[in-house]
């Protein structure tokens, strides 16, 4: 049971323009979800949360939205840079207050200069 | 200060034998925990354990798989008589707290031969 869906495998973006990663969920218990953004042959690091209680939250290049009546998530980075060529994925965790967190299937962006 | 160190970075096995992946988390980190990611996959929770106790495996298959987290040392993740489904990468994650940002290794790489 995929509680946590990123339907876009991959994604290509001009550099300087705007990168917008999407992620559905099902299980409306989620109270807060986590970006995390992976290099090959490394760890996921922590990007940028947002609690269920709000729907906008911004860090310098990074917004995420969230539209809790849809069950939706996205991710916007702009400007784009080379640098965030990564593949991202979404996260919630489950299970209580403990970091178990169910992983979306990730998003390979690639920005093109 | 030190991120989450996994050992081996990569691990070739042939199918039968037993694979033990370890993780030291971070300095002052007292939470641990595995995660799965398949080829073309999100990561899959597996374990979380504090020192000498296991605290979740529901996510840990129910053969061949164990882990621990002794007093002294590092975490390991054992797999006994590995197959070839067990080819996958391995990631260890600790916190500082129950509820604290996880910060992830760089990964253990399973092949089964």
């Known amino acids: 049971d995929q509680q946590v869906k990123q339907n876009s495998p991959s994604l290509s973006v001009q550099e300087g323009r705007i990168s917008i990663l999407n992620c559905d969920y099902t299980n409306s218990m989620f109270d807060y979800f986590l970006w995390y953004k992976k290099y090959p042959a490394e760890g996921p690091t922590f990007l940028i949360s947002i609690s269920s209680i709000k729907d906008k939250n911004e860090d310098g290049r990074f917004t995420v939205f969230l539209n809790k009546s849809a069950k939706h998530l996205s991710l916007h980075i702009v400007p784009s840079q080379p640098g965030d060529s990564a593949v991202y994925f979404c996260a919630a965790p489950f299970g209580g207050g403990a970091q178990k967190l169910v992983f979306g299937q990730g998003t390979r962006l690639t920005i093109n200069p | 200060n030190a991120g989450v160190m996994q050992n081996p970075r990569h691990l070739v096995r042939r199918r039968g034998q037993e694979a033990r992946l370890r993780c030291s988390p971070m300095k002052g980190h007292s939470h641990v925990y595995w995660y799965r990611q398949l080829p073309e996959e999100g990561l899959k929770f597996m374990v979380y354990l504090q020192k000498e106790n296991i605290i979740d495996e529901s996510g840990m298959p129910k053969e061949r798989f164990s882990a621990e987290f002794p007093k002294e040392g590092p975490s390991i993740l054992r797999i006994q008589q590995v197959v070839r489904g067990d080819s996958a990468a391995y990631f260890c994650?600790?916190?500082?707290?129950?509820?604290?940002?996880?910060?992830f290794g760089e990964g253990s790489r399973l092949t089964v031969l």
């Open positions: 994650a600790s916190s500082p707290t129950y509820t604290g940002e996880l910060f």
